[in-house]
């Protein structure tokens, strides 16, 4: 049996979130008999399960994932690891028919992906590829390609913004050999990564050939269709503004964070903030003092209401960026309304 991480949590903990976890739940109609069954399975009083608690899975990790995007991962990470550790441990002990045990695998594997992810988001590298290489499992075992492809991805992305870019090339087309007959959105997303990838470790052409690839599937994707919650052109610009970024065009990177800024969806408040502030910091770079102070204070906007390592260590590169300039007016109104928002240990 495989260890789902009751390291990540203390047992008063788990009974706390894990009531906090069920209010989430019954926002789902129809679901307090499920969590009911979730709950005697948990007391041994089912030892069978079925695609309900299958589905029950499937949409708590929705739900989760919706927080994170929304508040960041230091308040849903402790969520999904009491529901493991709780719930989906039990599930994956209890009889199944093989179709049921299979899909069971798969929601596991994809909920410990995006457990893995939000400890990524703390600055818990070491807790995220504990749970990357159990996602990997499970999604083996399920034989699930999405999740396993999606996950091997998920390091890359941890390798690459550690600087790790070999590393992170390796994954990444691991990720990509994995999904021989992925469809148009899903090689966007791979291409994306492998092309940010390439271009770190100084493969200018890799790098060009990668993004040009991402973007014409991204073109085949949304002439289908555009599913909300993946993949989208606003990533897509992300890693256009990385690409050029890690090539030494600071303008264009500018310009491709900019887009991709404009065009993403707003529920995800945590990417704003993150992606705002990298954009602030390339503007000065380029010497661009008041444009900058302008887009870190629409991070401000939303820093607040974000609980994540990763948008805290854009704040405190913020500050530190900011000291030289303080006495342009602009920059001390921005440093000192900073002060009165970020925790003292962020401000140096």
């Not at 014409?216 to 993949?231: N, T």
């Not at 989208?232 to 887009?259: T, W």
């Not at 602009?330 to 401000?347: C, E």
Request: hydrophobic share 40%; glycine share 8%; net charge neutral.
């Amino acid at each position: 049996m495989i260890d789902l991480g009751r390291q990540d949590m203390d047992p008063s903990r788990r009974r706390v979130l894990g009531a906090g976890l069920f209010s989430v739940a019954l926002t789902i109609p129809g679901w307090p008999d499920v969590i009911g069954r979730a709950e005697a399975v948990q007391a041994g009083r089912i030892s069978r399960i079925g695609m309900n608690e299958v589905d029950m899975v499937i949409a708590m990790t929705e739900r989760v994932s919706d927080l994170d995007d929304q508040f960041g991962g230091r308040h849903a990470r402790p969520m999904a690891a009491s529901f493991m550790v709780n719930t989906v441990a039990a599930y994956l002990r209890a009889d199944a028919p093989e179709p049921v045990r299979q899909a069971m695998l798969s929601a596991a594997s994809d909920l410990l992906y995006l457990t893995g992810y939000m400890a990524v988001d703390e600055g818990l590298h070491g807790l995220a590829q504990r749970y990357y290489v159990k996602a990997l499992e499970l999604a083996g075992a399920a034989e699930d390609h999405l999740t396993y492809c999606t996950t091997l991805r998920g390091m890359s992305v941890q390798a690459v913004d550690l600087g790790h870019g070999a590393k992170a090339m390796q994954l990444a087309d691991a990720a990509a050999a994995a999904s021989p007959q992925a469809g148009p959105r899903m090689r966007a997303f791979l291409a994306g990564q492998q092309a940010h990838t390439a271009a770190q470790t100084g493969d200018r052409v890799g790098a060009m050939r990668y993004i040009r690839e991402a973007e014409a599937a991204m073109d085949r994707a949304e002439s289908r269709s555009a599913p909300f919650g993946s993949y989208d052109p606003s990533s897509l610009n992300y890693h256009i503004s990385q690409v050029r970024y890690e090539l030494g065009d600071v303008s264009g990177a500018v310009e491709a964070m900019q887009q991709s800024d404009r065009l993403r969806f707003g529920v995800y408040r945590r990417a704003r903030v993150r992606h705002r502030a990298t954009l602030a910091e390339r503007q000065l770079e380029i010497g661009h003092l008041e444009a900058a102070c302008a887009t870190w204070s629409q991070a401000l906007d939303d820093y607040p209401m974000v609980q994540s390592g990763r948008a805290d260590d854009r704040v405190r590169i913020m500050f530190g960026l900011l000291r030289p300039h303080l006495k342009n007016p602009t920059a001390r109104d921005l440093y000192d309304r900073a002060r009165g928002i970020a925790p003292p240990s962020l401000v140096g």
